[in-house]
C-alpha cells in the first residue's frame, strides 16, 4: 500500500506550510509531512515552497519592509520580490501566511493572516508529537550556497539538536532534492535518513547543469539508468505525469532496482490533472482525479505526496 505523504501538510485545506496544514494533514491519516526548506540571512531554516515569499506571506502589505524588494539573477533565471536570505528569522516571525494559489483554491483565503511563519524545527517538533515522518525537501542549494548560506550542514545541524537522529526515528527520516549534490553533502555529513531524487518531466538538474553545461545528462537520461540511480541513492520521486505518459517502463525497473518509487503531485482540480481527466467546470473544479490516482497506483509507487490526504486515502488506502 503506498505510503500517503502530506505536500507541505494539506494545501487543499489551509494554506501550504502552515501549522494548521500540516496538523490537517496529520488528522486525514497522511504517514508524513513534507516542509521545504529554505535559509534566512542568519541560517535559520524556514519552511516556504520558495525563497521568494511575497506569493506566500504578507509581506508585499508590510511597509516596514519595502525597501527590501529586490531583483535576483541567478543561472539565468531573474526573480523580483521579497527572499529570505534578506531577513533574519526574528524579522520573518512577524509575518502571516496566505494562500498561494487563491485563483485554484479561494476556500483558502479565509485562513489568510492566520498563521506566522514556521521553520524546520517546528514542522520537526510537530510531526515527533504525533508520530509522522518527516521528508524534508531541500530547496534551491546551489544558489544559497553561492551566496554563502551552505545549506547541507543547516539540514544536518538541525536534525540532529531536533533529536530526529535519535534510532527511535529510524524510518521516518527523508531527504530530498532536485540537486543530487545536496543529498550527498547531507549524507557526507553522516546523517541518517533516506534519501530520495526529484526528477522533472524534462530538462536537466540544476547543479549537473553549472557542472556540465550542456553536457549535462537529462531527468530522461538519468531514468534510463536506473541501476546508477540505485547505487547512488534509496528512492526517486517523479513528475506524476511521467507516471500517465504510457511510457513507464523505467518506473518497474526502478523498483526492480531496489529503489522507492515516490510520485508527485496528487491534486484533484483540472487545473492540476493530467488533460484527459479534467471536466468541465473551469480550473478549480475537481475532475476524474480517481481515475488518475488509480492509473498511478496501477504503476506500483511507493508512496505519493498528495495535497488531500483524505483523498489519496479513498483510492492510494
Known sequence: MPVIIGHRGAPGYRPEHTRSSYEVAIDQGAAFIEPDVVATSDGVLVVRHENEISGTTDIADRPEFAHR????????HEVTGWFTEDFTWDELATLFCRERIPQIRPGNVQYDAAEP???LRDVLDIARTNGVGVVVEIKHAPYFASIGLDLAPLVGDELIAAGWQDPERSGSLIIESFEESAL???RERGIRARFVYLLEQTGAALDLVLAHGSGAPTYRDQLNDV????DRF???SVHKNLLLAGDTEFAARAIDAGLDLFTWTCRPENAFLARRFRTPGGRSAFGEWRAEWDEIRRSGVTGVFADHPDLAREVFG
Open 234 to 236: 534509496d528512492g526517486i
Open 69 to 76: 524588494r529586490t531583483t535576483k539573477s541567478f543561472a539565468g
Open 227 to 230: 541501476a546508477g540511480l540505485a
Open 117 to 119: 511563519m514556521l521553520r
Open 184 to 186: 550527498r553533502a547531507v
